[in-house]
């Protein structure tokens, strides 16, 4: 039996666009045991990708965060 005891954090950052241009950004997220090498799963009901809410892929070991990317001019 495995105490999950060392993990590696995977994450990408995806560009959804609209027409050519950025709409928005979704932050994935995959969390992995090194010594078992089996994926971490995630408890969210939805999956898919939503461009609101937190989703995950098929078999939950992916966790999908929509992000709004900060205002290029204010900063902010």
Do not use: W
């Not at 995806?14 to 010594?35: A, H, N, Q, W, Y």
Request: aromatic share 6%; with cysteine; proline share 9%.
């Amino acid at each position: 039996m495995c105490n999950h005891l060392r993990t590696e954090l995977q994450h990408k950052v995806i560009r959804l666009t609209d027409e050519g241009k950025p709409d928005s950004f979704v932050l994935k997220l995959k969390l992995k045991c090194l010594d078992c090498i089996t994926y971490f799963t995630f408890r969210t009901p939805k999956m898919g990708l939503l461009p609101d809410e937190p989703t995950t892929g098929f078999d939950k070991s992916e966790l999908r965060v929509p992000l709004t990317a900060p205002d290029p001019v204010t900063n902010n």
